[in-house]
């Protein structure tokens, strides 16, 4: 796997740099940083005096503590890129030319999720947990917790009542189900509130995988974790199906599935 962070020197892209190598190093993999300058911001800059110079002098600055952050983080196969132009349109090119598999980058540059050839992870950003009225194990909410403090982001609730299996004599049903998954949002958004983890709760009603990507484009995205497989068909676990299968636009948001047992 080839790993790219977009760096540009801020506390966030440290962030995503440092969770970046982390997971570089949990598998076998290649991290590709990218640090570009942007000189068009000084085309006819006359209000300071060797304005361009200076920025150049902190570019280089930048560049070298991200030269030992990955000195720092031992034995990573790494290398660092350091180009100049549109910082956006710079990430995009290399990322196509390195056949990139992931981008992690800090918000300054999440417009470049909607055109990136492979997904993009904000850092720090949201991640989007989709749930409904099943219990979620405690495997899942320790992941949830980790993922959350290792990329600095909040946790979205995603709670989906699926409508369209119920029809207009089961309302009671619907109720049940919609009374049910919003008490199994408060369980874990209290669980995760006490791993001072923050944690926001949406209810939406629909198919799975659209309330989903109707989530997932109104927020900066670090991941989307959720629930696939397991003994019980559900329907998200069939959402998982869909959204991971590459057809539906899901391509642009990180997507980890959790195992249910």
């Given at each position: ?21 982390q997971?570089?190093k949990?598998?076998?993999g290649?991290l590709v ?13 006359d209000?300071?005096p ?5 920025a150049?002098?902190?570019s280089a ?6 030269r030992?952050?990955?000195e720092?983080a031992?034995?990573?196969k ?6 100049e ?5 710079e ?6 030319a ?19 050839p ?18 979620v ?5 320790d ?14 609730l995603l ?7 119920y ?5 009671k049903?619907?109720?049940t ?12 958004k209290?669980n ?11 209810i ?10 109707r989530v ?11 629930p ?9 676990s069939k ?12 391509t642009?948001k ?8």
């Open positions: 796997m080839k790993v790219m962070v977009a760096y540009d020197g801020s506390l966030n892209s440290k962030t995503a740099l440092k969770y970046a190598i997971k570089v949990q598998g076998i290649e940083v990218l640090h570009v300058f942007d000189r068009s911001l000084f085309i006819d800059y209000a300071v060797g304005a361009e110079q200076m150049r002098i902190e600055r930048y560049v070298e503590d991200a030992r952050i990955l720092g031992g034995n990573t790494s290398r660092i890129i350091v180009e132009g549109d910082p956006a349109e990430i995009l090119r290399l990322a196509n390195e056949s990139v598999d992931i981008i992690f980058s800090p918000p300054r540059y999440r417009s470049i999720a909607k055109r990136a492979c997904p993009v992870s904000i850092i720090p950003g949201n991640i989007v947990v989709p749930l409904d009225n099943t219990d194990p405690a495997v899942t909410l992941l949830i917790s980790d993922e959350a403090k290792a990329t600095d982001s909040k946790v979205i709670g989906i009542v699926p409508i369209h299996i029809n207009k004599w089961e309302k049903e619907l109720e189900i919609k009374r049910e998954t919003s008490v199994l949002m408060k369980r874990v209290k995760l509130n006490e791993r001072k983890v923050e944690t926001k709760e949406i939406h009603s629909g198919y799975p995988d659209e309330e989903i990507l997932a484009d109104q927020y900066p995205v670090s991941m989307i974790i959720m696939t497989g397991g003994n019980v068909p559900s329907e998200l959402a998982a199906a869909i959204l991971s299968d590459g057809e539906s636009g899901i642009n990180p997507l980890v599935l959790v195992h249910s047992a």
